[in-house]
Nanobody, 115 residues
Framework: QVQLVESGGGLVQAGRSLRLSCAASGSISSIDAMGWYRRAPGKQRELVAL???????NYQYSVKGRFTISRDNAKNTVSLQMNSLMPEDTAAYYC?????????WGQGTQVTVSS
């Protein structure tokens, strides 16, 4: 079992920055990829950014160049630095951890970007 706790959401104006963090606990050694997903009102959940245990990253096209995902294996954390935020980035953001057996989710943190 893996437990994930997100932090760092909030309300910001367009163009500003936010940093999300996710702390993992439990069966840490079993985690392979970690990532951030988001769900905007009325839309399906979508991948924002992903980072493997080896440090390879993958981003949704709309956030490339603005968002940066990073991982600290020593601290068991994954972070998402979000710059140049836009109103369309408004969503609930969820941390995800993948093991060979299952995927785990955090409780989510709300990001609201005002125009």
């Amino acid at each position: 079992q893996v437990q994930l706790v997100e932090s760092g959401g909030g309300l910001v104006q367009a163009g500003r920055s936010l940093r999300l963090s996710c702390a993992a606990s439990g069966s840490i050694s079993s985690i392979d990829a970690m990532g951030w997903y988001r769900r905007a009102p009325g839309k399906q959940r979508e991948l924002v950014a992903l980072i493997t245990s080896g440090g390879n990253t993958n981003y949704q096209y709309s956030v490339k160049g603005r968002f940066t995902i990073s991982r600290d294996n020593a601290k068991n954390t994954v972070s998402l630095q979000m710059n140049s935020l836009m109103p369309e980035d408004t969503a609930a953001y969820y941390c995800n951890a993948q093991t060979r057996q299952a995927g785990y989710w955090g409780q989510g943190t709300q990001v609201t970007v005002s125009s």
